[in-house]
């Protein structure tokens, strides 16, 4: 009999059809099964929470007003005609009053695993056939890397991670593993493109087996798997540039570091150097002085040095490291750090950036360039860093500094939004309130009523990845699968693509949208593009009708070690990297030629523009992780998500000593408070965590409510409090973990959660 599987972001999974409705499996020979998936078929069930028909926001269908986008205004219920036609009739207004540089489209890649049902392909090419749109650039996952590491590697963040040492050669040959922000199984469920098997924790446990040694650098104690032993370090947060740093020192004092490595494979050694040892500008970056930026005892960091420079050393960094202020620096210093001692581009040793913050980093698979739906070519060279978006609304015509351009933020007239909820992934939410009135037209497809459903003008109902069939490939994979259909779509909804080519016919480009394709021939010729290019790396692949009754198929790992820069270390001169200086760019002359204020020539220190070194005594550090339950945002409203909640808040992790001193005790409702707003959890009190930091996990749908003066999530989103701020004028990215906040203990009634109750909607026009 055959088998039917589907696949997401979080796992695969094995379909069972029961009495009471489909159950998902995680496939028998996962590792490391993710728990995610368990809230997956109630939440897409949900008809409290999805969007069943086309909606129209009341005051806007009336008025076209906007004032009331963000007061909870009521919606009207419509066919799909009339709302396919309100958005282009929208599209073509703009258009032609203000060009399509006035269309933000935005969009996020985490809608689906699938290759077709892929939200933002769909909507680009559409976008892109009736004349452009601006565009974002980056992610708010890794952008400052994704600008930075072009500078000083030549390589993209993607193709660096791409060629990052796999985790078997680490489990064989690594000694010491430092791992700066930690390696977790809690974001190691993840991969944007799908997941087939879970090996980040399989080849940890199988290196710690072996002997390597971990060390945990991160204010979490819980931010490497306990099981494995780790030695941790819990030091300030955003303050890793600076022990970095200090290691540096003490490395050059001791004359441990490999001064042959520095002058043969990276550019500006003396410059940095000079800048290490306080010759620069008076201050030794040493131990002592490291000591009192991190909050950690000047011994430790001199033994650590020297455990550093005599074994095996890994030196890694998460993707979550590089979401602070100055963001850039870590990186750099990272990189810098391993250069010094000399191991980079040897089996265990080097760098690395990313493991665990998904699960594919570090994967022995076959690089196969899977298709992906053609999206066309954008006619419009308009585009924000993807985390400016309420700068972009707010301020257009204002410039700004990006990668060393000077450019202006356009004058956004209509938002269109897919496959994504920037209520979750924004910061200062608030100030992302205000800025969501300001033009003149939202439109998103949603399957639930997010944050953002309920504050856009026209919401087309989407389906979910259970209610449609699709294929999965992801490029560092070994495994493919056929995603079968598990349920009926609710209500109306429909697929994105079904949607566009329906928009698509309004404006006389249907044919070249869908190229006389269906949706089963568009994903059958995915297979076929994708049969050619695994044949072309040597793999025999099954015809499609096979492949489809299997359900799955795994290709063989890839036996072959990849050890990061090691073809440049064998050869510097016949295989240089693409920076200018050829090496790996401790000072990058592109960057100092910028002349930045914000990000120097080289890895420096700069104070973060907040943090507890001169923070009032009752302020508190936010680290704002991704949630263990669900992804991002997705499935909130499922029954596994709320297994981590109590009475419908989120929970906040708080030091014994930090709780004691303001009469906290574990289960009591807490307000977590700034100058941006504040939001309601219930406390969780433990040790695992520094006396001077809280932990509130994001992904909370956005639920603000104005109390004694102050908007408080009272469902528990973080972001209602995290900084809107650039990491620097280089890159732009965000800063989720730069914030303070108070906390105090809640007194009396709670307020009731609204997040998961549909708007009112009526049918009448």
């Given at each position: 009999?055959?088998?039917?599987?589907?696949?997401?972001?979080?796992?695969?999974?094995?379909?069972?059809?029961t009495?009471?409705?489909?159950?998902?499996?995680?496939?028998?020979?996962d590792?490391?099964?993710?728990?995610?998936?368990?809230?997956?078929?109630?939440?897409?069930?949900?008809?409290?929470?999805?969007?069943?028909?086309?909606?129209?926001?009341?005051?806007?269908?009336?008025?076209r007003?906007?004032?009331?986008?963000?007061?909870?205004?009521?919606?009207?219920e419509v066919?799909?005609?009339?709302?396919?036609?309100l958005?282009?009739?929208?599209?073509?207004?703009?258009?032609?009053?203000?060009?399509n540089e006035?269309?933000?489209?935005?969009?996020?890649?985490?809608?689906?695993a699938?290759?077709?049902?892929h939200?933002?392909?769909?909507?680009?090419?559409?976008?892109?056939?009736?004349?452009?749109?601006?565009?974002?650039?980056?992610?708010?996952?890794?952008?400052?890397?994704?600008?930075l590491?072009?500078?000083?590697?030549?390589?993209?963040?993607?193709?660096?991670?791409?060629?990052?040492?796999?985790?078997?050669?680490?489990?064989?040959?690594?000694?010491?593993?430092?791992?700066f922000?930690?390696i977790?199984?809690?974001?190691?469920?993840?991969?944007?493109?799908?997941?087939?098997?879970?090996?980040?924790?399989?080849?940890?446990?199988?290196?710690?087996?072996?002997g390597?040694?971990?060390?945990?650098?991160?204010?979490?104690?819980?931010?490497?798997?306990a099981?494995?032993a780790?030695?941790?370090?819990?030091?300030?947060?955003?303050?890793?540039?600076?022990?970095?740093?200090g290691?540096?020192?003490?490395?050059?004092?001791?004359?441990?570091?490999?001064?042959?490595?520095?002058?043969?494979?990276?550019?500006?050694?003396?410059k940095?150097?000079?800048?290490?040892?306080?010759a620069?500008?008076?201050?030794?970056?040493?131990a002592?002085?490291?000591?009192?930026i991190?909050?950690?005892?000047?011994?430790?960091?001199?033994?650590?040095?020297?455990?550093?420079?005599?074994?095996?050393?890994?030196i890694?960094?998460?993707?979550?490291?590089q979401?602070?202020?100055?963001?850039?620096?870590?990186?750099?210093?990272?990189?810098?750090?391993?250069?010094m001692?000399?191991?980079?581009?040897?089996?265990?040793?080097?760098?690395?950036?990313?493991?665990?913050?998904?699960?594919?980093?570090?994967?022995?698979s076959?690089?196969?360039?899977w298709?992906?739906?053609?999206q066309?070519?954008?006619?419009?060279d308009?585009?924000?860093?993807?985390?400016?978006?309420?700068?972009?609304?707010l301020?257009?015509?204002?410039?700004?500094?990006?990668?060393?351009?000077?450019?202006?933020?356009?004058?956004?007239?209509?938002?269109y939004?897919?496959?994504?909820?920037?209520?979750?992934?924004?910061?200062?939410?608030m100030?992302?309130?205000?800025?969501?009135?300001q033009?003149?037209?939202?439109i998103?497809h949603?399957?639930?009523?997010?944050?953002?459903?309920?504050?856009?003008?026209?919401v087309?109902?989407?389906?979910?990845?259970?209610?449609?069939?699709?294929l999965?490939t992801?490029?560092?994979?070994?495994?493919?699968v056929?995603?079968?259909?598990?349920?009926?779509?609710?209500?109306?909804?429909?697929?994105?693509?079904?949607?566009?080519?329906?928009?698509?016919?309004r404006?006389?480009v249907?044919?070249?949208?869908?190229?006389?394709?269906?949706?089963?021939?568009?994903?059958?010729?995915?297979?076929?593009?994708?049969?050619?290019?695994?044949?072309?790396?040597?793999?025999?692949?099954?015809t499609?009708?096979?492949?489809?009754?299997?359900?799955?198929?795994?290709?063989?790992?890839?036996v072959?070690?990849?050890?990061?820069?090691?073809?440049f270390?064998?050869?510097?001169?016949?295989?240089?990297l693409p920076?200018?200086?050829?090496?790996i760019?401790?000072?990058?002359?592109?960057?100092?030629?910028?002349?930045l204020?914000?990000?120097?020539?080289?890895?420096?220190?700069?104070?973060?523009?907040?943090w507890?070194?001169?923070?009032?005594p009752q302020?508190?550090?936010?680290?704002?992780?991704?949630?263990?339950?669900?992804?991002h945002?997705?499935?909130?409203?499922?029954?596994?998500?709320?297994?981590?909640?109590?009475?419908?808040?989120?929970?906040?992790?708080?030091?014994?000593?930090?709780?004691?001193?303001r009469?906290?005790?574990?289960?009591?409702?807490?307000?977590?408070?700034?100058?941006?707003?504040?939001?309601?959890?219930?406390?969780?009190?433990?040790?695992?965590?520094?006396?001077?930091a809280?932990?509130?996990?994001?992904?909370?749908?956005?639920?603000?409510?104005?109390?004694?003066?102050?908007?408080?999530?009272?469902?528990?989103?973080?972001?209602?409090?995290?900084?809107?701020?650039?990491?620097?004028?280089?890159?732009?990215?965000?800063i989720?973990?730069?914030?303070?906040?108070?906390?105090?203990?809640?007194?009396?009634?709670?307020?009731?959660?609204?997040?998961?109750?549909a708007p009112?909607?009526?049918?009448?026009?």
């Amino acid at each position: 009999m055959n088998r039917r599987y589907t696949s997401a972001h979080w796992g695969t999974y094995e379909i069972t059809d029961t009495p009471d409705g489909p159950v998902l499996k995680s496939v028998s020979d996962d590792p490391s099964p993710s728990s995610i998936g368990n809230g997956w078929v109630d939440a897409s069930r949900d008809t409290r929470t999805r969007v069943l028909k086309p909606a129209i926001r009341k005051s806007w269908l009336a008025s076209r007003d906007r004032g009331k986008r963000c007061s909870n205004d009521s919606f009207v219920e419509v066919d799909w005609d009339t709302a396919l036609d309100l958005v282009a009739g929208e599209l073509k207004r703009v258009r032609a009053d203000h060009g399509n540089e006035a269309i933000y489209a935005g969009s996020y890649g985490w809608a689906s695993a699938g290759r077709f049902h892929h939200a933002q392909s769909q909507m680009r090419r559409f976008l892109n056939l009736i004349g452009g749109y601006t565009y974002s650039r980056e992610t708010y996952s890794h952008a400052a890397a994704e600008v930075l590491f072009p500078h000083i590697t030549g390589l993209t963040n993607s193709q660096l991670q791409a060629q990052m040492t796999d985790l078997q050669t680490i489990s064989e040959h690594t000694e010491l593993l430092v791992a700066f922000g930690g390696i977790s199984g809690r974001t190691a469920q993840i991969a944007s493109s799908g997941v087939a098997r879970h090996e980040t924790e399989h080849w940890l446990s199988k290196a710690h087996e072996r002997g390597m040694k971990a060390i945990n650098v991160s204010p979490i104690k819980g931010d490497y798997a306990a099981e494995n032993a780790p030695e941790w370090i819990p030091l300030r947060p955003n303050t890793d540039t600076a022990l970095m740093l200090g290691i540096a020192h003490e490395w050059h004092r001791r004359g441990l570091h490999n001064e042959a490595f520095l002058h043969r494979f990276c550019n500006g050694w003396p410059k940095f150097e000079a800048y290490l040892t306080g010759a620069k500008d008076g201050q030794p970056k040493d131990a002592a002085w490291a000591a009192k930026i991190c909050d950690i005892a000047p011994e430790a960091i001199r033994e650590l040095a020297c455990r550093m420079s005599t074994h095996t050393t890994m030196i890694a960094l998460t993707w979550g490291m590089q979401r602070a202020d100055h963001g850039e620096q870590t990186l750099w210093m990272g990189l810098t750090l391993a250069a010094m001692l000399g191991q980079i581009g040897t089996p265990g040793g080097g760098f690395g950036f990313g493991y665990g913050s998904t699960d594919v980093v570090g994967k022995r698979s076959h690089r196969i360039p899977w298709p992906a739906v053609p999206q066309g070519q954008n006619p419009v060279d308009s585009f924000i860093p993807v985390a400016r978006i309420a700068d972009m609304l707010l301020h257009p015509g204002q410039q700004y500094q990006y990668n060393g351009e000077t450019r202006t933020y356009p004058d956004t007239r209509l938002v269109y939004w897919v496959g994504g909820n920037p209520y979750h992934h924004h910061q200062d939410l608030m100030r992302l309130e205000h800025a969501w009135c300001q033009p003149e037209t939202v439109i998103t497809h949603e399957p639930w009523w997010t944050a953002t459903a309920k504050r856009a003008d026209i919401v087309l109902p989407s389906t979910t990845p259970l209610e449609r069939c699709d294929l999965m490939t992801n490029g560092r994979e070994n495994g493919l699968v056929w995603m079968s259909k598990v349920m009926a779509p609710l209500g109306e909804a429909r697929d994105d693509h079904a949607i566009f080519a329906d928009l698509a016919k309004r404006f006389d480009v249907q044919d070249a949208f869908t190229e006389g394709r269906s949706t089963d021939d568009w994903i059958e010729w995915l297979w076929t593009e994708g049969e050619k290019a695994a044949k072309a790396s040597g793999h025999d692949m099954p015809t499609f009708e096979d492949f489809k009754a299997e359900g799955r198929l795994t290709l063989p790992a890839s036996v072959d070690r990849r050890i990061l820069f090691s073809d440049f270390i064998a050869d510097p001169t016949g295989a240089p990297l693409p920076t200018e200086t050829g090496k790996i760019e401790i000072v990058c002359p592109p960057i100092a030629r910028m002349g930045l204020p914000d990000c120097a020539g080289h890895p420096t220190w700069i104070t973060p523009t907040e943090w507890t070194g001169n923070a009032a005594p009752q302020d508190l550090h936010l680290i704002s992780g991704q949630p263990g339950t669900k992804l991002h945002s997705q499935l909130d409203s499922g029954s596994h998500a709320a297994t981590r909640k109590r009475k419908g808040r989120e929970i906040a992790t708080l030091h014994p000593d930090t709780a004691a001193a303001r009469g906290i005790e574990e289960g009591d409702f807490i307000c977590l408070k700034n100058a941006r707003g504040a939001c309601l959890a219930s406390a969780e009190v433990s040790d695992g965590i520094r006396s001077d930091a809280i932990a509130l996990a994001t992904g909370a749908w956005f639920d603000p409510q104005l109390i004694n003066g102050t908007w408080t999530c009272v469902h528990g989103n973080p972001n209602i409090l995290t900084l809107d701020k650039g990491t620097s004028s280089l890159a732009q990215g965000n800063i989720a973990h730069t914030t303070l906040v108070t906390v105090e203990k809640w007194e009396g009634e709670l307020p009731e959660v609204k997040a998961f109750e549909a708007p009112e909607v009526t049918s009448n026009l």
